[in-house]
């Protein structure tokens, strides 16, 4: 596939997607926050400047309540049967169109001061690796697990062995619910990509939820909020299902909400 012929499919999705949130009168903000995108991802979508993942074409289906057919139901001008979620998926980029980096590491003295800085970077990384294995977190670089240490450390819990995601316990064996959140991608705490019966049990059954809230790397929150506080969207949740959803994927919980509902405990007004 040629690159003109990449750009024509992505914009063709784009101008599918645009339409079908206007048609149903929601606006970028609102399906940025439903999928849990930015404003300006939705934006480049629409505007044909950049593909979206399977997954990502999973929750805008769902946040328009269509299905993904009916969601990839466009027609290229060139070809009508090629197959168009392959054509998004796998761009074919020539040599020529590669931008060459403007100012390449072309000298042995940067090189080497290059790998002396990563050297000494991965030295520190492999500390806190030991860390985090103390805490149970088998990888910092998966799932958030640096800024999850960061957390457990803050609120004196572990992770729970044997539960899924990030599941934490403190030393009476009390369990927790662990999310994080950057706030400067994204304004709702994501759930689980396969929510079901069963993990909405185990939502409702701890003892509380801790809500950390980020601005890129720098944590700037952390949120204590009861499970009672969410029963609004744990039944709305639990209602789909039981209406003939086997799950439901990744449901999100504004974190407005978790703002006015939480109790802050970091940083405390003395800290």
């Known amino acids: 596939m040629s690159f003109e012929r990449y750009k024509e499919v992505k914009q063709l999705f784009g101008d599918r997607v645009q339409a079908l949130r206007k048609d149903r009168g929601i606006t970028q903000e609102q399906l940025a926050e439903d999928i849990d995108k930015s404003v300006e991802h939705i934006s480049y979508i629409e505007r044909g ?33 090629t197959n168009f979620l392959t054509e998004l998926q796998t761009p074919v980029v020539l040599p020529s169109l590669v931008e060459p980096v403007k100012e390449a590491v072309n000298t042995t003295k940067e090189r080497r001061s290059d790998l002396e800085r990563l050297q000494t970077a991965l030295g520190a990384i492999q500390e806190l690796q030991s860390l985090a294995n103390e805490y149970g977190i088998n990888d910092v670089f998966q799932d958030n697990g640096g800024k999850v240490l960061q957390v457990l450390i803050l609120l ?24 994080t959140i950057n706030k400067l991608l994204s304004k709702s705490v994501t759930t689980n990509h396969h929510l079901n019966l069963d993990i909405l049990a185990k939502y409702r059954a701890v003892k509380a939820w801790y809500i950390a809230v980020y601005e890129g790397i720098v944590l700037k929150a952390i949120y204590r909020v009861d499970p009672t506080s969410l029963e609004t969207y744990f039944s709305y949740w639990e209602s789909r299902i039981r209406g003939g959803m086997e799950s439901i994927n990744n449901p999100k919980i504004p974190l407005s909400l978790i703002e006015k509902e939480g109790e802050l405990v970091y940083p405390k007004q003395n800290e």
């Not at 997954?55 to 009508?80: G, H």
């Not at 004196?156 to 999310?179: F, H, Q, T, V």
């Open 49 to 81: 400047e950049r593909a979206p993942s399977f997954e990502t074409i999973l929750d805008i289906a769902e946040a328009l309540k269509v299905s993904v057919p009916y969601l990839m139901n466009v027609t290229p001008q060139t070809d009508i049967s």
């Open 156 to 179: 004196g819990l572990r992770i729970s062995p044997g539960r899924e995601g990030n599941d934490a316990i403190d030393a009476e064996k009390n369990e927790y619910e662990l999310k």
